[in-house]
Every structure is written in structure tokens, then in C-alpha cells.
DNA sequence: GCCAACGTTGGC
DNA sequence: GCCAACGTTGGC
């Protein structure tokens, strides 16, 4: 049972937006390892959600993989900002998950706090220029993260 | 909004 | 197969 974390700009879709919602595909994700990553995604495992490009970046609660991973519709959509001319129906290049909101945290854990844990010092999330969207998260690093924090 | 870091593309 | 050019990510 692996945990994951999932990256998104709140600006775009944030946490909130996934309550409101329940359940949300996760589309757009447009990197080979990342997309790696959702292939071996099981339904069930536990996520945490990062807000990136925001003012005090950081984990900012818990969702849960609701699918297996299976091909990105945007990818084929022409007017889609996620459309992929170079890819096709018999051999799809990119795939989605199905997101399931759990929980929001009464206190983000912000990234400037998760550089300073242990855990996360060989975790490519603190490292510099990381640009990854889609990370494993161990079991020592999902403990100290809600070690430090109460669901609302 | 800026810009460093990174992944991808395409000419050669 | 190299690598410059380009587009994107994400902290600040």
C-alpha cells in the first residue's frame, strides 16, 4: 500500500473545489514519470494534496484514489488545453485517476515546515527546481505530516 | 510577475 | 545522438 501526493494550483483547482465536488478525474498530468506513477496508483491508497504556486505552498489535507488508472480523455479533445496530436486511441499516452476528497487539514503543513522534517530529506518535494506533480510518499513521511496537523 | 530549473522537441 | 531553443513549473 503506497501513498501518494498530488500537486494542483488552487488558482486552477484547489482542495475546496475537490470537496465541493466529491470526485474528480485528475487530468492534464503531461510527464512520463508522473504518469508512471498513476499507472501503478491502486484504488483506495490514501493521497496527499499539495497547493503549489500559491502563497504559503504546502500540504493542505487528504484525498483518496477512487480508479485505476485508465486514459486521459483531454488527450484526444483538440479543444482541450491538454490535447496531444501525437497521441492516439489504440495506444494512449497519457493516463487519469479518479479522486475521491477525504479530508482538509485545520492546519496546512506548509513546505517551508516539511524542508525541516526528517523524512522528507531525500524526498524529491523539497528538492530544488523538483517539478514533479505526482510523488510516492512513504509511510515515516505521511506519519510526521499528520503528526503535525488535525483534520477539520 | 520574475526567473531558475527542468523536460521535450526538432534540426542537424 | 547531440544540444539549442522552447514551453512549463513553481518558489519566491
Redo the contacts with the bound molecule.
Sequence with gaps: MTCWLL?T?PDAFSLEDLRRRGEEPWDGI????ARNFLRSMMPGESIFIYH???SV?GIVGTACIASPARPDPTQFDPTSRYFDP?STRQAPRWDLVDVSYAGTFLEPVP??ILRKMEAFQDSLLI???????VLPVTDAQWSAVMQRTRLV
Design positions: 500537486k494550483e503531461r510527464n512520463y514519470q503549489s504556486r500559491t505552498p501525437a513546505l517551508e528538492r530544488k527546481g523538483n517539478r514533479l506533480s
